[in-house]
């Protein structure tokens, strides 16, 4: 697909969008680079793949079509890494108590507990969101940031004339990386958490009391609490960093290589470039024992973990209280799970949530 629209179109050459699933030796790298540049796709699920291997569906092809002939607006500059928009919505982030997603025009809706007004998205075209503690944030089409929701720990008060790829709204904290693939972050930095590590990142995830951060070599670096080990381990030859909230040492970077991270509560899960899952820091309940298996993204919630296998089918584990592990049968593009709920986007667009189902968290908003 990538190719037949890059020669049929003439597309001008672009920068690596930094694609997990898109190895920079695969044939079919440069097509796939022209198309992100020319703004006609922003990759797949939470934006961070490609999903070369999954079939395109005659939605996508449309919508591909149409934003190359102009028939519609292309989504954003050509460093923007949101998914690609079949009919429905196009981006899922579950939160503490509420979720949010981007429809297919750009716009942005939330649902479930809104008592500091976290569900209540600004207007305007938006190409990724994140649902956070008590807070959302998301990147606009111009590649700014807006937050909005609670703002006691200044979790909203984002880096003003900074343009960013992805963000990741946590608990008390937010974070960010930027176009020159620098991480930004704001809000509550006890012991650390919003002290970002220098470094190139293509994708950062801020969870409960840590951060983690996926940087371009494909190692992770995580910052922050790390009470359970979700942090990974002391660098023996790291330093000892110092802000304002206190001092604490370095952790080592994370051992091997991986193509996705998720921050959770006091657990983190990363999926490595075979496609498997590694899990680590707190296991009371399982959240970091993952089913063996092939995937190609993976999301830390409180308590449980999800992920989207590479048959596109949905696997979760870890407490299951409220049925937040019970995923439902089917084909997904991406899932997120949250605190006692999970929600997963089906390659159609359309989203499916299961779990607890308090203040509507659960229930996304018909289409």
Same mark, same amino acid.
């Given at each position: 697909?990538?190719?037949?629209?890059?020669?049929?179109?003439?597309?001008?050459?672009?920068?690596?969008?930094?694609?997990?699933?898109?190895?920079?030796?695969?044939?079919?790298?440069?097509?796939?680079?022209?198309?992100?540049?020319?703004?006609?796709?922003?990759?797949?699920?939470?934006?961070?793949?490609?999903?070369?291997?999954?079939?395109?569906?005659?939605?996508?092809?449309?919508?591909?079509?149409?934003?190359?002939?102009?028939?519609?607006?292309?989504?954003?500059?050509?460093?923007?890494?949101?998914?690609?928009?079949?009919?429905?919505?196009?981006?899922?982030?579950?939160?503490?108590?509420?979720?949010?997603?981007?429809?297919?025009?750009?716009?942005?809706?939330?649902?479930?507990?809104?008592?500091?007004?976290?569900?209540?998205?600004?207007?305007?075209?938006?190409?990724?969101?994140?649902?956070?503690?008590?807070?959302?944030?998301?990147?606009?089409?111009?590649?700014?940031?807006?937050?909005?929701?609670?703002?006691?720990?200044?979790?909203?008060?984002?880096?003003?004339?900074?343009?960013?790829?992805?963000?990741?709204?946590?608990?008390?904290?937010?974070?960010?990386?930027?176009?020159?693939?620098?991480?930004?972050?704001?809000?509550?930095?006890?012991?650390?958490?919003?002290?970002?590590?220098?470094?190139?990142?293509?994708? @950062?995830? *801020? $969870?409960?009391?840590?951060? &983690?951060?996926? +940087? /371009? !070599?494909?190692? #992770?670096?995580? =910052?922050?609490? %790390?009470?359970?080990?979700?942090?990974?381990?002391?660098?023996?030859?790291?330093?000892?960093?110092?802000?304002?909230?206190?001092?604490?040492?370095?952790?080592?970077?994370?051992?091997?290589?991986?193509?996705? @991270?998720? *921050? $959770?509560?006091?657990?983190? &899960?990363?999926? +490595? /470039? !075979?496609?498997? #899952?590694?899990? =680590?820091?707190? %296991?009371?309940?399982?959240?970091?024992?993952?089913?063996?298996?092939?995937?190609?993204?993976?999301?830390?919630?409180?308590?449980?973990?999800?992920?989207?296998?590479?048959?596109?089918?949905?696997?979760?584990?870890?407490?299951?209280?409220?049925?937040?592990?019970?995923?439902?049968?089917?084909?997904?593009?991406?899932?997120?799970?949250?605190?006692?709920?999970?929600?997963?986007?089906?390659?159609?667009?359309?989203?499916?949530?299961?779990?607890?189902?308090?203040?509507?968290?659960?229930?996304?908003?018909?289409?």
């Amino acid at each position: 697909m990538a190719v037949f629209l890059s020669r049929a179109f003439g597309l001008a050459e672009g920068p690596d969008p930094m694609f997990n699933d898109v190895h920079a030796g695969a044939w079919y790298a440069p097509e796939v680079a022209k198309l992100a540049a020319s703004g006609i796709t922003r990759g797949c699920g939470d934006g961070t793949g490609f999903c070369p291997n999954q079939n395109t569906t005659r939605g996508q092809m449309a919508t591909f079509l149409a934003r190359a002939v102009g028939l519609v607006e292309t989504p954003g500059a050509s460093t923007s890494t949101g998914p690609t928009s079949p009919p429905g919505h196009t981006w899922l982030s579950a939160g503490n108590n509420h979720a949010c997603a981007i429809g297919a025009d750009g716009s942005v809706v939330c649902w479930g507990d809104d008592r500091y007004g976290q569900t209540r998205a600004f207007e305007g075209g938006f190409v990724a969101v994140s649902a956070g503690g008590f807070h959302s944030c998301g990147i606009r089409d111009d590649n700014t940031m807006s937050c909005w929701g609670e703002n006691r720990d200044r979790q909203l008060t984002r880096p003003r004339d900074v343009e960013f790829l992805t963000v990741s709204a946590g608990f008390r904290h937010s974070c960010a990386v930027a176009t020159d693939n620098t991480v930004h972050c704001w809000g509550s930095d006890v012991q650390g958490r919003a002290t970002p590590r220098p470094g190139q990142y293509s994708q @950062v995830s *801020a $969870g409960l009391d840590h951060t &983690c951060g996926l +940087r /371009t !070599d494909k190692r #992770i670096q995580c =910052w922050g609490h %790390n009470s359970a080990g979700q942090g990974g381990v002391l660098d023996p030859m790291g330093t000892q960093t110092c802000s304002q909230t206190g001092c604490w040492h370095d952790l080592a970077l994370i051992a091997g290589q991986f193509t996705n @991270v998720s *921050a $959770g509560s006091v657990h983190t &899960c990363g999926v +490595r /470039t !075979d496609n498997h #899952i590694e899990c =680590w820091g707190d %296991n009371q309940y399982g959240q970091s024992s993952p089913p063996w298996g092939q995937f190609l993204t993976v999301s830390s919630g409180f308590l449980h973990s999800c992920a989207v296998a590479t048959d596109n089918t949905v696997h979760c584990w870890g407490r299951d209280t409220h049925g937040e592990t019970r995923a439902p049968s089917g084909e997904f593009m991406a899932v997120s799970a949250g605190s006692s709920f999970s929600c997963g986007l089906r390659t159609d667009g359309s989203i499916q949530c299961w779990g607890s189902n308090e203040n509507g968290r659960a229930t996304p908003p018909a289409e």
